[in-house]
């Protein structure tokens, strides 16, 4: 069966820090992995996108990794501010013809000051 | 439009109603994505439209969701009888491209749908 789970469920940080956040994928054939960062009451936003080949890429502060032999991807938030606090959501794509895009729960971070 | 509009933002009904959402999607876009969001959950897809038909329905849950886009860019999501479970938050994104699935895809704030 297609999962994602994602760890830890929340996690509470100080203004500044850094902080990873964990997802690992039983998912089969691979096509993609993606982060996305939701505010509360919003839609989710796409952070990055990486494909079998890759194995890291940063937008901004925001760096993600994956290891496609364990099927595990990090997403690393560097100097955290009250901003990044949202749900980040790891998204597995299948390689399949269609939309087989596989959703995690989601990491509720909370930044505080 | 500059970004996926989805009307509307917010919907109460009673048990048994018919509801109606709208997304309107980024011009240009073929592919078009609903999803339902319950409260600390991801995202879990519903139907996938490329153009005016749907490619991939398998995620309804049952025949009284339905959805259309006649005209291959605004799209409704249709729901009989509605029931306390419907309630969620339902997305709708689109994406350039399709059939790969490795198109970025972008999100709208969501319709909140509440059935009392």
């Known amino acids: 069966k297609n999962q994602v789970e994602q760890s830890p469920q929340s996690l509470i940080i100080l203004e500044g820090k850094n902080c990873t956040l964990q997802c690992n994928y039983t998912v089969s054939p691979f096509s993609n992995l993606r982060w996305y960062k939701q505010d509360t009451g919003r839609g989710p936003v796409s952070l990055t996108i990486m494909t079998f080949s890759e194995n890291t890429k940063s937008n901004g502060r925001y760096t993600a990794t994956l290891d496609a032999d364990t099927k595990q991807s990090s997403l690393h938030i560097t100097a955290s501010q009250l901003s990044d606090s949202a749900s980040y959501i790891c998204v597995v794509g299948v390689n399949q013809a269609g939309t087989a895009l596989i959703f995690g729960k989601g990491t509720t971070l909370s930044v505080s000051s | 439009g500059a970004g996926v509009s989805q009307t509307p933002s917010n919907k109460v009904t009673e048990k048994g109603k018919y509801v109606e959402l709208r997304c309107d999607p980024i011009s240009g876009h073929t592919a078009l994505y609903w999803y339902r969001q319950s409260l600390g959950q991801g995202p879990e897809f519903l139907i996938y439209f490329q153009g005016t038909g749907a490619a991939d329905d398998s995620g309804l849950p049952n025949d009284r969701f339905f959805a259309v886009r006649p005209e291959g860019s605004v799209s409704t999501l249709k729901i009989q009888r509605t029931e306390r479970g419907d309630s969620a938050v339902y997305l709708c994104?689109?994406?350039?491209?399709?059939?790969?699935?490795?198109?970025?895809?972008?999100f709208g704030e969501g319709s909140r749908l509440t059935v009392l």
């Open positions: 994104a689109s994406s350039l491209t399709f059939g790969t699935n490795t198109g970025e895809l972008f």
